[in-house]
């Protein structure tokens, strides 16, 4: 079945870097992914839809420049949290849409990730 | 405006028993609603979906009951087992695109 992998699982770095998330989709093309985040005990919330070769659509709240989307190829999108700090350790999520008319044995319109831990001290 | 309100918060449930989690939603434009099934430490799986031009779907152990005029939906879990222990979503959207999440029901299935 189709499977989306994302990278790393678990991350922990100091206040002031810059982490870098993979999500890829390994046996479908994915025009379009979205990125979540979840905090401990609460629901998911979407921070960003990206579609390949053109710019994330962020939604509101969310600092277009502190998390930077990017979606490269038809399996590749990269989410890269700038100066990280303690606030926006969290749990974040990506999914992947096949596109359309061409991947119909897909049972799921979205494929979700294992998600991404991410500590920030 | 949450377009999507999940309830119970929480729900303990004897082995064998039913588990009901219920979502009402806003928006009349949506017209997929999935329930997703969530382990601590991992990303949330798909349970099983419906579309508004049916009532009710069954898979297994899992059914969804859609209610169109009242703009709600549920989801049974039959003969509940302990490995159903887990956060239980439901969401909603339309055209396959975003996505909109309730705020989460944690199981636990007692033996």
């Known amino acids: 079945g189709a499977v989306v992998s994302q990278h790393p699982s678990w991350v922990i770095c100091k206040s002031g870097t810059s982490v870098k998330i993979e999500c890829r989709s390994l046996?479908?093309?994915?025009?379009?992914m979205f990125w979540y985040r979840q905090f401990p005990k609460q629901s998911l919330m979407l921070m960003a839809t990206?579609?390949?070769?053109?710019?994330?659509?962020?939604e509101q709240g969310v600092e277009k420049d502190k998390f930077l989307i990017n979606h490269a190829s038809l399996t590749l999108s990269t989410l890269t949290v700038t100066s990280a700090h303690p606030e926006d350790s969290s749990f974040y999520i990506c999914?992947?849409?096949?596109?359309?008319?061409?991947?119909?044995?897909?049972?799921?319109?979205?494929?979700f990730g294992d998600g991404t831990r991410l500590s920030i001290l | 405006q949450q377009q999507v309100k999940q309830s119970p918060q929480s729900l303990i449930v004897q082995k064998g028993g039913i588990s009901i989690i219920n979502c009402a939603y806003e928006?009349?434009?949506?017209?997929?609603f999935p329930w997703y099934q969530q382990f601590p430490g991992k990303g949330p799986a798909l349970l099983i979906a419906?579309?508004?031009?049916?009532s009710e779907k069954k898979e297994g152990r899992f059914t969804i009951s859609f209610n169109k005029s009242a703009k709600q939906f549920s989801l049974h879990i039959m003969d509940s087992q302990p490995g159903d222990s887990a956060t239980y979503f439901c969401?909603?959207?339309?055209?396959?695109?975003?996505?909109?999440f309730g705020s989460g029901t944690k199981l636990n299935v007692k033996p």
């Open positions: 999914s992947a849409r096949a596109r359309s008319g061409v991947d119909r044995s897909l049972r799921q319109p979205q494929h």
């Open positions: 046996d479908f093309q994915a025009t379009t």
């Open positions: 990206s579609n390949e070769g053109s710019k994330a659509t962020y």
């Open positions: 928006n009349t434009a949506f017209d997929y």
């Open positions: 419906i579309r508004p031009d049916v």
């Open positions: 969401a909603a959207s339309w055209g396959f695109n975003k996505f909109y």
